[in-house]
């Protein structure tokens, strides 16, 4: 019985864990218009949402999108409750992709609350990704070295 008791508190420690923990959500193009811009209503970019957000262009095949997963999934901790970030499988949301002229991935989407967004195409090493967070989404000044 006293095993049947550790093993519950062990699974009750494990869940609770595992709600806190941040993550990159999937998009579909519903919710795509939905979180971050409608493009079907609007012409000009009216970003929907009150805190930033980085969203990953990626397939499932691509070599540099499975080198940037991982990095994107730390990333998405670090930045917990400052930025969101998602994932847009480019193959299962072509009107998506044409929409933002996807035609090589990985592409990133770095989106501020105000002013236009950034769309970098290449797989970029974790820290310049994190200077481009501090500095385009999180307006962070990073000190220059003398």
């Given at each position: 019985m006293r095993h049947f008791h550790t093993a519950l508190l062990c699974l009750a420690a494990l869940l609770m864990c595992a709600q806190g923990k941040a993550e990159v959500k999937h998009l579909t193009t519903a919710e795509f218009k939905d979180k971050i811009f409608d493009y079907s209503k609007n012409k000009e970019w009216s970003y929907q949402s009150t805190k930033p957000c980085v969203v990953d262009f990626y397939t499932t095949w691509c070599g540099p999108c499975?080198?940037?997963a991982p990095i994107m999934d730390k990333l998405s901790e670090t930045?917990?409750?400052?930025?969101?970030?998602?994932?847009?499988?480019?193959?299962?949301?072509?009107?998506?992709?044409?929409?933002?002229?996807?035609?090589?991935?990985?592409?990133?989407?770095?989106?501020?609350?105000k002013g236009k967004p950034t769309l970098l195409k290449g797989l970029y090493p974790e820290e310049?990704?994190?200077?481009?967070?501090?500095?385009?989404?999180?307006?962070?000044k990073l000190q220059q070295e003398q």
């Open positions: 499975k080198r940037l930045y917990k409750g400052q930025v969101d970030f998602y994932k847009v499988d480019t193959e299962q949301e072509r009107e998506l992709a044409y929409v933002f002229q996807i035609n090589s991935i990985p592409q990133v989407l770095y989106v501020p609350v310049n990704i994190v200077q481009i967070i501090d500095e385009l989404l999180l307006g962070k």
